[in-house]
């Protein structure tokens, strides 16, 4: 599975973007979707993970209720809608896809190039 992210940008506080993730020679329906983020000296971080069928969908507490991820089964794709942005939110951001759900990179084996996200004050 090839992962393209895009959709990153420059926003101030309080604004909105929506990421988008196209996947692409793989078997996508079979994966799992998430979004992680990592900002400068910082680690890699969840954000947030759909299932198969995106009846059920995960999220970090820090974006819980913000952010929203999706998935769209028939244009492979996955997106992550992100309302009332904080400049805490600012990192670059990757789609991955793997065989399980959850908060752990080591459950994904495909991943995106990562879109950057500032976010000013």
């Known amino acids: 599975v090839q992962l393209q992210a895009s959709g990153g940008g420059l926003v101030q506080a309080g604004g909105s973007l929506k990421l988008s993730c196209a996947a692409s020679?793989?078997?996508?329906?079979?994966?799992?979707m998430a979004w992680f983020r990592q900002a400068p000296g910082k680690e890699r971080e969840f954000v947030a993970a759909?299932?198969?069928?995106?009846?059920?969908?995960y999220y970090a507490d820090s974006v819980k209720g913000r952010f929203t991820i999706s998935r769209d089964n028939a244009e492979n794709a996955v997106g992550l809608q992100m309302n009332s942005l904080k400049p805490e939110d600012t990192a670059v951001y990757y789609c991955?896809?793997?065989?399980?759900?959850?908060?752990?990179?080591?459950?994904?084996?495909?991943w995106g190039q990562g879109t950057q996200v500032t976010v000013s004050s």
């Open positions: 759909i299932d198969l069928s995106a009846r059920y969908t």
């Open positions: 991955a896809a793997g065989r399980s759900t959850g908060a752990s990179a080591d459950n994904y084996n495909f």
């Open positions: 020679g793989g078997t996508y329906r079979t994966h799992r």
